[in-house]
T-cell receptor, first 116, second 114 residues
């Protein structure tokens, strides 16, 4: 079974600085997808960024980028120019397409606080 | 376009009571999911439905039942609630194509069992 590990339960960063959240996963699959979800205090789950394992290029979405190291099974999230609105829980998730549904396996999350 | 909606938003039950959590999506997605979120545990899959008429167990199905009523609606039932089922419950949906599509989440239901 796939597992996802987020080793940093809590992190903090000053506004406008850069922070990196770590994620490692364990799988024997070669084709899969990785995601970072953000959960602000409103509780809503929001997709931040996705990475397809077959793509060597790291995904980027505005201030959010990933460092995907397939051999090391590592998938870290970098947030540049941190903003107060980035304060949230961040979940790393793994998905192996299975039949006709996609089942997500989540890490336990990292609580990020952006300080003014 | 409301996306994924869940009712109720909050619920308090006594041990042994039953209830049904409702979920509906208006995106014409085939796949729907129920997750629970406990402090320090992330989200864990309870049940999922790949398409109308099919349901399958996820990681933590004990104590729950589901019904895929139609393509839009997927309900989660607790027959005899236990304090261990105190959690936040999320419904999600996705469209299976090449298997890479995003799951869209509802706003969650906070359930407390006393």
């Amino acid at each position: 079974a796939q597992t996802v590990t987020q080793s940093q339960p809590e992190m903090s960063v000053q506004e406008a600085e850069t922070v990196t959240l770590s994620c490692t996963y364990d799988t024997s699959e070669s084709n899969y997808y990785l995601f970072w979800y953000k959960q602000p205090p409103s509780r809503q789950m929001i997709l931040v960024i996705r990475q397809e394992a077959y793509k060597q290029q790291n995904a980027t979405e505005n201030r959010f980028s990933v460092n995907f190291q397939k051999a090391a099974k590592s998938f870290s999230l970098k947030i540049s120019d941190s903003q107060l609105g980035d304060t949230a829980m961040y979940f790393c998730a793994f998905m192996k397409p299975w039949g006709r549904s996609e089942k997500l396996v989540f890490g336990k999350g990292t609580k990020l606080t952006v300080n003014p | 376009n409301a996306g994924v909606t869940q009712t109720p938003k909050f619920q308090v039950l006594k041990t042994g009571q039953s209830m049904t959590l409702q979920c509906a999506q208006d995106m014409n997605h085939n796949s729907m999911y129920w997750y629970r979120q406990d402090p320090g545990m992330g989200l864990r899959l309870i049940y999922y439905s790949a398409s109308e008429g099919t349901t399958d167990k996820g990681e933590v199905p004990n104590g729950y039942n589901v019904s895929r009523l139609n393509k839009r609606e997927f309900s989660l039932r607790l027959e005899s609630a236990a304090p261990s089922q105190t959690s936040v419950y999320f419904c999600a949906s996705s469209e299976w194509t090449s298997g890479s599509d995003e799951q869209y989440f509802g706003p969650g239901t906070r359930l407390t069992v006393t």
